[in-house]
């Protein structure tokens, strides 16, 4: 939202991290962020330019095709919470979704991957 985005979902299925999450944007004034408890079943016929995921390897590769149905053509998926290891699976659920690697990080043993919707 700081950054532009015209409105922002945030999700998160701990209790406290949604909480923590809805006390931040109030404590920030911030209009545009909708604050939601749950998983990826929320983003069901909602379209989005761009994800974010900080996940663990085992959600992330659950929830791709849903991430990937929920980004527009050309959409941006970036995704984090695995450790490099896990890139060659991840990456091959991706690409049986319609997305391709675009890019990536390490950083210790975690790793950050950046996707685009073909």
């Known amino acids: 939202s700081m950054q532009g985005a015209a409105s922002v979902i945030a999700i998160d299925f701990d209790e406290s991290a949604y909480r923590n999450s809805v006390e931040n944007v ?5 209009k545009n962020v909708d604050v939601y408890k749950g998983d990826v079943s929320i983003l069901h016929e909602k379209v989005f ?3 974010l995921a900080n996940i663990n390897k085992n959600v992330l590769l ?3 095709k849903n991430y990937s149905n929920a980004l527009v053509s050309k959409g941006d998926i970036l995704i984090s919470g695995f450790f490099e290891s896990d890139i060659e699976e991840i990456k091959a659920e991706a690409i049986r979704h319609g997305l391709k690697i675009e890019g990536s ?6 790793m950050m991957a950046h996707f685009i919707k073909c």
Do not use: A, F, P
């Open 26 to 30: 109030s404590n920030n004034s911030i």
């Open 49 to 51: 330019n761009t994800i």
């Open 105 to 110: 990080k390490v950083k210790g043993k975690w």
């Open 62 to 64: 659950s929830d791709l």
